[in-house]
């Protein structure tokens, strides 16, 4: 095999495709929180996405945004917060102003989570653990954090380290060579249409073991070279029957949904009809 893909052993590694609740059930309930990750098990998914960020006392902790507004509702930035702070904001209320037809009255209590605290409560599962830091001075100590974490827990099986900054991933690889991680390249990274080579080169040189795209760069051809150099091909965001149809006939690993339930039901009835002789693709 050409130079590619580390193949880390993983609960991502080989096998059919898999359902992973985007930010939880972030179509049902706010997103990254304990609500949105047991809704989404819940729902049949057999893994949960979420997005990690360091507080300014060094521990990780579960949230997507760089700033507090949309869904806490605080005008400041988030990582300048100690991780006591942040555990004691609702995360919740948006969501329920947001979207009245799926309100529920105890979104309203749900709180940023920590790190630790998804790691306690769903290990046996698998989790996709997106690091996000704009700050490229604390991105290392990120990693370690993940990475102490993951020790801490025992989950180097379970869980799988992305990131958009490659760099991290390197570091996430340097420290800990047996966690599976996954190279992020999304829709304006580092132009709208990013080549193959470079989505290869890039995701062999930081040591990735997976390649997730965001599903405008879902294209045959970057698939099928992703396959030949041995990386695990995963898209986001995948809402639709017809996008999942598309993912599946392409051979990918995993699909990251909003509506895991959805998605679930629409699957296990393809596979339902595939193995009743009907068509897939
Ligand atoms: O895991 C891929 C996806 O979550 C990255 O985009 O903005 O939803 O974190 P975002
Ligand atoms: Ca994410």
Known sequence: MKRGARTTPGPSQGGGLLVIGHRGASGHAPENTHAAFELAF???????????????????????????????????????HSSTTLSQMYAGHWFNRRFPNRAQMEYLWEKIPTLEQVFERYGQ??????????????????????????????????????SFALDSLAEVKRLAPEVRTAALFGRSWPRPLVPTAHIIAEATNCGADEISLHRSLLRE?????????????????????????????????????????????????????????????
């Open 42 to 80: 819940e729902h049949g998914a057999d893994g949960i996405e979420f997005d990690v960020r360091l507080a300014r006392d060094g521990v990780p902790y579960v949230f997507h945004d760089a700033r507090l507004e949309r869904t806490a509702g605080v005008a400041h930035d988030a990582d300048v």
């Open 125 to 162: 599962h698998t989790l996709y653990a997106e690091m996000k830091c704009e700050d490229v001075s604390r991105q290392p100590a990120l990693a370690r954090a993940v990475v102490e974490l993951i020790h801490r827990y025992g989950l180097a099986r379970r869980v799988i380290v992305k």
């Open 221 to 281: 051809k970057t698939v099928e070279a992703a396959h030949g150099r041995g990386f695990e091909v995963l898209v986001w965001t995948v809402n639709s029957p017809a996008a999942l149809r598309r993912a599946r006939a392409l051979g990918l690993r995993a699909v990251f949904t909003d509506f895991p339930g959805y998605l679930r039901e629409t699957l296990d009835a393809l596979l339902a009809e595939g193995n009743a002789g009907g068509e897939i693709a």
